[in-house]
């Protein structure tokens, strides 16, 4: 599989370190909520980056600047730039279009679960989001995902919204309400902590994993989630509860 | 009775010729365990050298229509850290493990081999053509006199068995010949080739290192012949036939030619684990509806002019 070339057409900043990255593709892809692309910017570098959205040849990818790669493309990149792109890899949420889901994301975690939160409500799902920052300038994707159902926003440090951690805020919500099923994606201690409370639950839940990826086709092992064997390029990025489950403490989760 | 997959290499016992090839998964417990469980023979780890190594910037992987092309530059943690999943794999894992070491000079082959030994790996393969590391694999194995030095040396420390992974350009009788008289217990043949793609569209190199191996079927005809032309002259060798092992028929190819067994590596991209069964399935079928007892029959089969 080759690379796919793409155009950008269009940047924005969604926080001091976030921006958004509207791309035009020179070839339509397809990708299921949850996979991810490797994208190539030559002499640079290529990074994993999963799908915020995509509808035909438009696709969006939200950047947060955290290395070398990322910091290249926010310092440098310009609308009008080419990019080229395989995927779309990994697997996707495995989402049913029924019921009423709950969406749990950390940071800008939440960028696969807005094209995730898309989908369901494109398939009359009921949607809340629960979308968790560092302070009130961190806030962004508030208004989209408004668009796509609930939001209820956590802020450590300021006064947009629930004033905690967005497990706190999660552990409030699924005391009081009903759902079929929970994502999440964020760092990997919110992950792993959504996940054991779903499990005791009972609650279906699955969650994007991040991880060094460099092949992104399942053979150099470097992605692998130990001691499971995991690779998150092939059998993930998003993982059901049940196959975390011996990450989790296992021991204390019944059923 | 179905027919008999498990081969004799080098003294070691494989419940099947599918080993899974140095570079792919091997550098976890974790990712050991499922390669067993997906049903391999043995299992190589990736290349270990003494200190960790970071390997290359991305990318690092490109897939071709017709195989792939790779720098990962010997990413590996290094023998202290790597002797932890090592030791795991011993007590769990039930197929052969085969280290893969890498090294610089002779006392670094040297030094990863003791470690590996002492954590309980089952043999030995000494990377001596990796195309596209600097200072490491085809760089040691292309002086022969060196390569015999290091085989010579992990053999005073190593009573088990001892394989030397070759390039294209040393898969000659002759060579391997000196390897055996050094007194390696067989080779891998062939690594990956020195190859490298650029980007029509961005009009520059794609891997970051520019310089890759290339791995795939398109490989495939020459790792036949390599592996032909040292069974025709060393009849006794035990060989691992390495090259486009995508299915029973490729494994089956390089058995005819000579091969005791076969390592598959790239082709895990676009049939992942499943490969393995796909092979031991194709080969049992294959010596069922033919008539054979073993796959032990058909190694070099097709020399029988």
Redesign the interface.
Known sequence: MSYITGVIERIRNLTKSIKEYEIFLEDCVKPEPGQFVMLWIPRIGEIPLSFADAEDNIIRFIVARVGRVTGYMHERLMAGDKVFIRGPLGRGFRWAPSGRALLVAGGYGLAPLHFLAKKLRAAGCGVKALLGFKSDDDVFYREEFERLGEVEISVEHGSSGYRGTVLDLFRNVIQGEIYDMVYVCGKEELNLAVMRECLIAGLPVEASFERRIRCGAGICGSCSIEPLGLRVCKDGPIFDGRMIMPMLGAERIEG | MSPDLEVELARLRLRNPAILAS????????????VEEAGAGAITT?TITREPRE?Y?????V???FGYL?A?GL?NPGITAFKMELR?AAENIRIPVIVSIGGRDESEFIEVAEQALDAGCNAIELNLSCPHVGGYGLEIGSDIRLACNIIRSIKSISSRPVFAKISVYQARPDIVSRYIGSGADGVTAINTIRAAAI?V??M?P?L?NIFGGLSGPCIRPIAVAAVYEIRRELPDVPIIGVGGVDGWRAALELILAGANAVGV??A??RK?LEIFREIIEGLRGFLASRGFKSIKELVGYAQRL
């Not at chain 2, 910037?57 to 992987?61: A, H, R, S």
């Open positions: 570079g792919i998964l091997g550098s976890s417990y974790g990712l050991m365990r499922r990736k390997g910037l991305n990318p690092v992987f897939d071709l229509e790779n990962m990413p795991r980007s569209e961005s520059t794609i970051s590596g790239s895990i991209a992942d």
